[in-house]
């Protein structure tokens, strides 16, 4: 038996492509340390850790308006939901989705992320969403 994913309320449409029904995910990133800490490059073509109280199931479509510090002009992603980090997660984890980069465009966003990332800040692999301390210990 195959169970499909279990469809949502769509907060909002994107009309593309592949992504009718997906949500979207407004995330304004506010510092490189932020940055640094959201980014995921250990996922093909990169990702996003974003903190969200919403729920999501694996492989749902979302679409990310990303705006990247000192931006004014925001960033439309496509992604998809790789990692779900639930409320009340153990060891004070900040509850939010794992996203991957889909879509044609995948690389050169994350090429785009990546040149605003702090290379002077070693954050040891981990991503943002660990603990709320390990981000206000490298500010």
Same mark, same amino acid.
């Given at each position: 038996? !195959?169970?499909?994913?279990?469809?949502?309320?769509? !907060?909002?449409?994107?009309?593309?492509?592949?992504?009718?029904?997906?949500?979207?995910?407004?995330?304004?990133?506010?510092?490189? !340390?932020?940055?640094?800490?959201?980014?995921?490059?250990?996922?093909?073509?990169?990702?996003?850790?974003?903190?969200?109280?919403?729920?999501?199931?694996?492989?749902?479509?979302?679409?990310?308006?990303?705006?990247?510090?000192?931006?004014?002009?925001?960033?439309?992603?496509?992604?998809?939901?790789?990692?779900?980090?639930?409320?009340?997660?153990?060891?004070?984890?900040?509850?939010? !989705?794992?996203?991957?980069?889909?879509?044609?465009?995948?690389?050169?966003?994350?090429?785009?992320?990546?040149?605003?990332?702090?290379?002077?800040?070693?954050?040891?692999?981990?991503?943002?969403?660990?603990?709320?301390?390990?981000?206000?210990?490298?500010?």
């Amino acid at each position: 038996m !195959v169970l499909s994913p279990k469809r949502r309320p769509v !907060v909002g449409q994107h009309r593309i492509a592949g992504m009718h029904d997906a949500e979207i995910l407004n995330y304004v990133v506010n510092d490189p !340390v932020e940055l640094n800490l959201s980014f995921m490059p250990f996922i093909n073509n990169g990702g996003l850790f974003i903190p969200t109280p919403k729920s999501f199931s694996l492989g749902d479509r979302v679409l990310i308006d990303l705006q990247l510090p000192g931006k004014k002009d925001s960033i439309k992603i496509e992604g998809k939901v790789v990692m779900v980090i639930p409320q009340n997660a153990l060891h004070h984890v900040l509850p939010g !989705v794992g996203l991957q980069f889909i879509g044609a465009n995948a690389p050169a966003i994350r090429t785009e992320i990546e040149s605003h990332l702090d290379k002077s800040m070693e954050v040891g692999g981990y991503t943002y969403g660990i603990t709320e301390e390990t981000k206000r210990d490298k500010k």
